[in-house]
């Protein structure tokens, strides 16, 4: 299995699945949940279309837009 991308550094360790669908599908996960099993100290998130967020089975459900327009908090937080 495999995500779209990984974000790691001295204040993040994230998974990151992006599907411009308006609706995430149980297929969109299988990835993140792969990972997850592998890496369980790591943050998931499944990028998408639809308009809310939401957290289920240890991943983060966020809209596209909302997940950069937080990307300096989320990346450059104090500590």
């Known amino acids: ?4 991308f990984i974000l790691y550094g001295d204040k993040a360790f994230f998974a990151v699945e992006v599907t411009k669908a308006g609706r995430v599908r149980e297929d969109d ?5 792969a990972f997850l099993n592998e890496y369980p100290q790591a943050t998931a998130f499944l990028l998408y279309g639809g308009p809310d967020r939401y957290y289920e089975d240890k991943i983060y459900f966020t809209p596209v837009t909302d997940f950069f327009r937080d990307a300096i908090e989320l990346f450059f937080r104090q500590s």
Not at 1 to 4: A, G, H, L
Not at 29 to 33: D, H, N, P, W
């Open 1 to 4: 299995m495999e995500v779209d």
């Open 29 to 33: 996960t299988a990835g993140l949940k």
